[in-house]
C-alpha cells in the first residue's frame, strides 16, 4: 500500500517504525524539519520530503494522488484536520488524523465524516483506556481486552513460593481446573510459547487468555488477591489525566490528582468537582506521604516527563503501594526501564501506533475471509495478539484444530460464538461469525488463513 505520514514526532516516528516491520508497504514521510525526515530515511525503507503540507503543491510531491492512506500526525489537531481536508480533495486516500483535545473528542463525529476521516487517534484517550483496564486488575501487569471486553489477556509476574512453581502446565490445568489457556511466559530476556511440560518458575511473567471471570478465579485458587482499586492517586493533571479522571470518576473511583500548575489545578477543580486537586510538586516525596500514598490503591505517574514518573513510582513502591502505573513516552531506555521492576508501564505512542497498524491491515485485506478487530503486542512486545471475525467459510471453518496444519509459534487462543466464551480444545472448530483470538511470534498476520502452513 501507498501510505503517507505527515508529521514526524514521537508518535509518528513510532507508527513508522511499525509499519515498516510490515515489509509491504510503500511509506513517505513529511515534516518541515530536514533532520528528522533524514532520520527516518536513513533508519527505515521510506521516502522523505521536507516541507508545509498545508502546501498543495508538497503534498503532491509526496504522492497524494496515489496514495491509499494518508496519516496526519502533527502536533496540532486543526493543522492534521486541514491536511486531511486536502488530502481528500486532492486524491482518493482513505485519511487519519491525530488529535489530542478534549474539545474534539467531544465533537468529532459531527465533521468526522465532512471531513473524509476513516480513523482519529486520540494517544491520550487510548492511554487513559489502557491505565483504566489495568486498574480492573491491580496485580496483573499488562491486561488487553478482546470481543468488546468480554476476553481478557493478563500478565501477571509468578511470586516467591507460589503454587505453580515447578509446576508443569498440563499439572496446572488438572490441579486448578482453571478454563484458561497459557498464551506465552517472559523469562529474563527469553519468550516462550510453552507446551504441556513447560515448567513454571518463580518470577516468570505469563499471561493468560479467559473471561473476567475465570481470570478472577485463577487468581484466587493461585492466592493472588483481585481486590479491584477503589481510590487512586494520579500525579499530573495533563490531557491524560483529565481524560483518567474523568473514566475513574464515572466508574465511581475515588480520585485525587497532584498537579504543580495553579492555572490548571484551577481548571481541574472546575472540570471535577467530586476530585481532590491538589496543587503541589508530585516528585516532592513529603507531598506525597502527605497525601496518603502509602494507603492509596493506585499512584499513577502521568508528569510529561518520563524520569520524574519513574522517580514517582520506585519511591511509591518504596512505600508498598498496591499498584503503580507509570506513563513512558521515549522508548530508548526500555530495557533498563524494564529492569527496575516498575509494574505497569504505559506507552501511549505505541498504543496510537498499535491503532493505526490495525487499521492498515484491515485496509491491505478487505476482500478476505476475516477482518481484524483489535491487535495488541504482547510477550514484551515479541508477540501479537488478533482478533479475527471471521466472515464467510474458508480452509479453516468447519474443522477442528486437531485437523488444522496451524503453523509453529501460532496458538488459537479463545473463540467468541456469539458471546460464548470457548477456551478451545483440539475436538473444537472455528465456524462463520466467530470471533478468533490468535497469539503468535509470527509478525504480519492479516487473514486467519495466515495461522495455516502453505
Do not use: W
Not at 484491515?362 to 478476505?368: H, L, P, V
Amino acid at each position: 500500500m501507498n501510505i503517507i505520514l505527515v508529521g514526524c514526532g514521537k508518535i509518528g516516528h513510532k507508527i513508522v517504525e511499525k509499519l515498516s516491520n510490515e515489509k509491504e508497504h510503500d511509506i513517505t514521510v513529511v515534516d518541515l524539519r530536514q533532520n528528522v525526515v533524514d532520520e527516518l530515511v536513513n533508519m527505515y525503507d521510506v521516502m522523505g520530503v521536507v516541507g508545509d503540507c498545508v502546501n498543495a503543491d508538497i503534498l503532491e510531491e509526496a504522492g497524494v494522488k496515489e496514495a491509499d492512506i494518508l496519516i496526519a500526525s502533527t502536533g496540532s489537531d486543526e493543522l492534521n484536520f486541514t491536511i486531511c481536508l486536502l488530502a481528500k480533495k486532492m486524491g482518493d486516500c482513505q485519511t487519519i488524523a491525530r488529535t489530542r483535545k478534549p474539545e474534539y473528542s467531544k465533537t468529532i463525529n459531527l465533521f468526522k465524516d465532512d471531513l473524509g476521516l476513516a480513523l482519529v487517534i486520540n494517544s491520550h484517550v487510548e492511554a487513559a483506556q489502557e491505565i483504566s483496564r489495568n486498574l480492573k486488575f491491580p496485580n496483573a501487569i499488562q491486561v488487553d481486552t478482546f470481543a468488546k471486553g468480554r476476553i481478557e489477556i493478563l500478565k501477571f509476574r509468578i511470586p516467591e513460593n507460589s503454587v505453580l512453581c515447578n509446576m508443569k502446565l498440563y499439572e496446572m490445568q488438572k490441579k486448578l481446573n482453571c478454563e484458561l489457556l497459557v498464551c506465552g511466559v517472559e523469562r529474563e530476556t527469553d519468550v516462550f510459547i510453552p507446551d504441556g511440560n513447560f515448567v513454571f518458575k518463580q518470577g516468570d511473567l505469563v499471561s493468560i487468555v479467559s473471561t473476567y471471570k475465570n481470570c478472577q478465579d485463577f487468581f484466587k485458587k493461585i492466592g493472588i488477591k483481585t481486590n479491584k482499586v477503589k481510590d487512586v492517586v494520579i500525579i499530573g493533571g495533563g490531557v491524560t489525566g483529565y481524560y483518567l479522571a474523568q473514566m475513574l470518576l464515572q466508574s465511581g473511583i475515588k480520585v485525587k490528582i497532584i498537579e504543580r500548575d495553579k492555572k490548571r489545578c484551577e481548571e481541574l477543580s472546575v472540570l471535577f468537582p467530586k476530585a481532590i486537586v491538589i496543587n503541589g510538586d508530585g516528585t516532592d516525596n513529603k507531598l506525597l506521604l502527605e497525601e496518603g500514598i502509602e494507603n492509596a490503591g493506585a499512584v499513577v505517574a502521568l508528569t510529561n516527563i518520563d524520569e520524574e514518573n519513574i522517580l514517582i513510582s520506585l519511591f511509591a513502591k518504596s512505600k508498598n503501594c498496591q499498584k503503580l502505573i507509570t506513563k513512558i513516552n521515549k522508548i530508548e531506555f526500555d530495557e533498563v526501564i524494564r529492569k527496575l521492576d516498575l509494574d505497569t508501564i504505559i506507552y501511549p505512542k505505541t498504543l496510537a501506533a498499535e491503532n493505526v497498524l490495525r487499521f492498515v491491515r484491515a485496509k491491505n485485506n478487505s476482500y478476505s475471509s476475516s477482518n481484524i478487530e483489535t491487535i495488541h503486542f504482547i510477550l514484551d512486545g515479541k508477540a501479537e495478539a488478533l482478533e479475527f471475525k471471521i466472515n464467510e467459510k474458508s480452509r479453516i471453518v468447519g474443522k477442528s484444530l486437531f485437523e488444522l496444519n496451524i503453523r509453529k509459534n501460532v496458538i488459537v487462543a479463545c473463540i467468541n460464538r456469539n458471546g460464548k466464551i470457548i477456551i478451545p480444545k483440539g475436538q473444537d472448530s472455528i465456524e462463520v461469525n466467530d470471533s478468533v483470538i490468535i497469539v503468535t511470534t509470527i509478525g504480519g498476520l492479516k487473514d486467519i488463513n495466515d495461522i495455516l502452513e502453505g
